[in-house]
């Protein structure tokens, strides 16, 4: 599979006193790049080759998607349960964790020194949404969080993205007193900054999956809703 890497100097920060008392943290790890609807797989290999830069990035992806159709938890290289991404992880080594998501998640302490996994709803420019109802269902990898107050635009929110607008700009909104999180997927080298408000309400909404030949659980969201799997780094 033509499996993209997005090569640069990457890091892991485990100093959990520094994420606890930091306006912002990130630990920044490697994007690799879905092919097909290998989101999911595309974000643990991320993770993999964040705890050891020496894996080749292909055999990673590949290994990964030939255990997860052994497994019989995938067809095409889907998950579409946070347990199913679990038991892929356990089986990778990575030893996850599933844990409950809510707006008051303590989002520091989480990411201190792990990174999160959960699916969310992306809408056309990947943001996230709740207009689709989970047939737009793609993993998320969560790297860190800002609590500085982040000033957007619309004109960055069509992009997918909260970015500081120029001074220039004539749809500046107030500035956001919320909690945003660092995130990246299989479907973009850009890192994102997003409301984690709006991503667990995009989250919530993930009820039906898109029409295909998936491997899909009865109880679709049940299996995503409120939860995510944390790995340590």
Known sequence: ?????HKEISYVNR???????APFFNHHLPVVLQHGPTCGIAALSSIILAKDPNCDHVNTANSLLDAALDMDISIQGELM???????LAEWAGLNPQVVD???N??????LADSVLLMIYDKDKNNAPTTRYGGEHA????????SNQPVISSQTNRRKGRLLPPSPRSKDLQEP???VHVFAQHGKSRIRQLWSWREILDSNDSVKRAKSG??????DFHGHVAGRGIRIKL
Do not use: C
């Not at 599979?1 to 890497?5: A, I, P, S, T």
């Not at 100093?15 to 008392?21: M, N, Q, Y």
């Not at 030949?213 to 009865?218: F, G």
């Open 105 to 110: 998640t303590d989002i520091p302490k989480l």
């Open 1 to 5: 599979m033509g499996w993209g890497l």
């Open 81 to 87: 349960s946070v347990w199913y991404m679990a038991k």
């Open 176 to 178: 956001q007193n919320e």
């Open 213 to 218: 030949n998936y491997h899909v659980p009865e």
């Open 15 to 21: 100093d959990i006193e520094l994420a606890r008392g």
């Open 101 to 103: 998501l809510t707006p």
């Open 138 to 145: 793609h993993w998320l990898l969560v790297t860190g969080f």
